[in-house]
């Protein structure tokens, strides 16, 4: 069990299902106080029912005064978990960049600037970014959700880099397929790039565990993450060739 989650006032948004779901019954197993947010009500109450936790539904952007309050006046850790796993090209209406943009990215901002001034006066707090293998690496067919991973990614190294001698921890966690509804909308590319080594919420959820327990930003849930993402710095140009690749198969694949 980790010391750190005992008795704390946890947030986690986009907690109706999947990864959301996983982490705030883990949370709630080590011995915290959970809010469970969810823009579908009824998936919000159905989790805080199961684990003993709060819900509170609605958009994740706004929930942190509210959760503030139904714990007691302290937000300990916040898990910033809904996302939006939008396809399409750069031809993709603007309409779902820039929603993808306000959930992937801005939705992690509004939840930070909500929080860093209790934060930072207590000298403690700890923020979870999901992210995804997408914002370390990228994705074939969805140029809205690589692009905003990429910035998740970037806002919490930011986090840490910028409060961690204030005492702030900042979780990245970075999976590639994981078997939610997100991974069966993604189609056939998802079918090709992801789905094979898919592993479970439930993983994702260990993992993270593991790297609170070890203080580490980087959660890596399929390690193998990290050799590609070294090949990517050391050689782009191979590692974009061999994307290509794979993009050029999907293309096939749907051609047939």
């Not at 029912?49 to 714990?71: N, Q």
Request: charged share 20%; proline share 4%; with cysteine.
């Amino acid at each position: 069990m980790v010391e750190a989650v005992q008795d704390a006032g946890v947030v986690v948004t986009g907690a109706g299902g999947g990864i959301g779901a996983a982490l705030a019954r883990r949370f709630a197993a080590g011995g915290a106080r959970v809010v469970v947010n969810d823009l579908d009500p009824g998936k919000a109450k159905a989790v805080a029912e199961e684990i003993g936790g709060i819900a509170i539904p609605g958009d994740a952007s706004a929930v942190v005064d509210e959760a503030r309050e139904a714990l007691g006046g302290t937000v300990d850790v916040y898990c910033a978990n809904a996302g939006v796993g939008s396809g399409g090209t750069e031809a993709a209406d603007e309409a779902v960049w820039a929603l993808a943009w306000d959930v992937n990215v801005m939705a992690h901002v509004r939840a930070a600037h909500a929080l860093l001034p209790d934060w930072l006066e207590r000298g403690r707090g700890r923020f979870v970014s999901t992210v995804s293998a997408a914002g370390l690496l990228t994705m074939i067919g969805a140029a809205p959700y690589s692009v905003t991973k990429h910035g998740a990614y970037a806002f919490a190294e930011w986090l840490s880099l910028t409060y961690r001698h204030r005492g702030i921890k900042v979780h990245a966690i970075c999976p590639q397929g994981v078997r939610t509804d997100m991974l069966t909308a993604s189609g056939s590319a998802g079918d090709l790039v992801l789905a094979p080594t898919a592993i479970e919420p439930e993983d994702v959820a260990d993992a993270l565990f593991r790297g609170i327990e070890e203080d580490r930003f980087l959660i890596l849930p399929h390690p193998e993450v990290a050799a590609y993402y070294q090949a990517r710095a050391a050689e782009p140009d191979r590692w974009l060739r061999g994307m290509n690749r794979l993009q050029r198969q999907w293309e096939e694949g749907a051609a047939r």
